[in-house]
């Protein structure tokens, strides 16, 4: 995909700025499979793709910092070592990383910047993780804090945990900052252990369907199964087992409990427990390319976020039941946050068209409007280029 922000922003810089600014990016990521255990301390499987936030960047002498969202218009200036009380949404993701750099002791010194990107905004393709990983990276090169990638992995996060507000895991930073091309990452999200797993997709492709819709409930309804999950491990830990988080949980253990624990939370469980479990399942069918059983694992994976954790929404649901019966069609779920945003679609290459055809009449009768797709390639890590 050819972005026409990416040759602009230089221009853009230098109208504005003059200099020779540097150039970062970072890419938007997919998450095979393994929804909202992040936070649960358990098991994910994402990658980095060719969709990405860049920007040009160079430090400056003046008294005020300087950044410019050219996708939007907009500019924002502000004092890097006095951060402000009030700013655009889209430039607290920024400012976060800035907070969270000097909680560690290092000062982010005035710069001027502009960035853009090609992900999708409300996609549930991680624009906001893209944008505090790039500028995270930026910033370490730009001042040379000499930060590791796993430590600029938690500042982004800290970036979106504690001055964002809202209470993601870290999967979405880890795979922006980590990401590898043709490669998955398996990741721990409790140790940050992880391994990269080879994506040989054959003669499939990765195809993306945007719903086009983001329901007003993402981020509360997010906040709201942290506390759920949460409350279950309280209710077992009351019980004098030592959980740390719901990644200790067993399905026969839960099982013990349905009799006296509220119905919505034991189905907030059952999918957490679930979902850790077809995550290290389809790794191993990935590994010989088994896209068929891992598609079946991917179909489960929905209909969990579905009926126990409910953070579908009619309109992923349409996606994911229209492609089901297509041939070519391996495996298909909601993925992200939920209540709109994309479904991910493992499809043979020459079904894709036919696949498109039968969506866009199905969803355009039900919706009025064409669904987004995209055949999402795989990309590297945050890197200066």
Known sequence: ?????????????????????????????????????????GYVLPAGIDLCCRVRIAPTKEARSSLIAHDLGETF???????????????AYILGVIHSMAHRGKSVGNFNAVFTADIPIGAGLSSSAALESVFACAFNELFQFHFSNMELTRIAQQAENEYVGLQCGIM????????????????????????????????????????????????????????????????????????????????????????????????????????NQRVLDLKRLVRHADWKSAGQLMYASHQSLRNDYSVSCPELDVLVETVQPINGVMGARMMGGGFGGCTINIVEQSHVDHLLETVNTVYQSKYGILPKSYIAHTGDGACAI
Request: proline share 6%; net charge negative.
């Open 77 to 91: 200036e502000f004092e890097a070592t006095a951060l402000p009380d009030a700013c655009p949404p889209w430039a």
């Open 172 to 275: 979405d930073m880890f795979a922006s900052i980590h990401a590898k091309k043709d490669q998955a990452l398996l990741l721990d999200c409790r140790s940050l252990d992880f391994h990269y797993v080879p994506l040989n997709m054959q003669q499939y492709v990765i195809l993306l369907l945007d719903t086009g819709i983001k329901h007003e409930l993402a981020s509360s309804e997010y906040n709201v199964r942290r506390q759920e999950c949460e409350a279950v491990v309280e209710h077992f830990n009351r019980l004098g087992h030592s959980l740390v988080s719901l990644r200790d949980l067993t399905l026969p253990l839960l099982k013990t409990q349905r009799p006296v624990l509220d119905p919505i939370l034991f189905a907030r469980a059952r999918h957490v427990v679930g979902e």
């Open 1 to 41: 995909m050819t972005h026409s922000g990416f040759s602009s922003i230089r221009t853009v810089f230098q109208e504005r700025f003059g200099g020779e600014p540097r150039l970062f990016q970072s890419p938007g990521r997919i998450n095979v499979i393994g929804e909202h255990t992040d936070y649960n301390g």
